[in-house]
Nanobody, 125 residues
Framework: QVQLVESGGGLVQAGGSLRLSCVASASTFSTRAVAWFRQAPGKEREFVTAVNWSGSSTKYADSVKGRFTLSRDNAKNTVYLQMNSLKPEDTAVYYC??????????????????WGQGTQVTVSS
């Protein structure tokens, strides 16, 4: 079982920045892909970004490309999501998720076995 704990959410004005963190409990974290998804009220959970186990390959949703940056520090069992130029439409609960060992960095929620509790990001206009 893997526990994920997100932090860093909050309220920010449009154009501002936030950095989310996700800390994993698993010693095998370095063998797992990690992703961020988000869910706004009344909408389905959507893919934001994902990174493979080594950090060598990263995917982004078109809506965040060029504004968000995902990185990982396997020595700290942590991934970071740097969010710049935030827009009101980025408002959502952001969830960190990870795969089973040697899982690939896909874009579908079903590819991820473990999820954090989520952290709220609110961007005011």
């Amino acid at each position: 079982q893997v526990q994920l704990v997100e932090s860093g959410g909050g309220l920010v004005q449009a154009g501002g920045s936030l950095r989310l963190s996700c800390v994993a409990s698993a010693s095998t974290f370095s063998t797992r892909a990690v992703a961020w998804f988000r869910q706004a009220p009344g909408k389905e959970r959507e893919f934001v970004t994902a990174v493979n186990w080594s950090g060598s390959s990263t995917k982004y949703a078109d809506s965040v490309k060029g504004r968000f940056t995902l990185s990982r520090d396997n020595a700290k069992n942590t991934v970071y999501l740097q969010m710049n130029s935030l827009k009101p439409e980025d408002t959502a609960v952001y969830y960190c998720a990870t795969t089973r060992p040697v899982g690939s960095a896909g874009t579908a929620p079903s590819e991820y076995a473990y999820w954090g509790q989520g952290t709220q990001v609110t961007v005011s206009s």
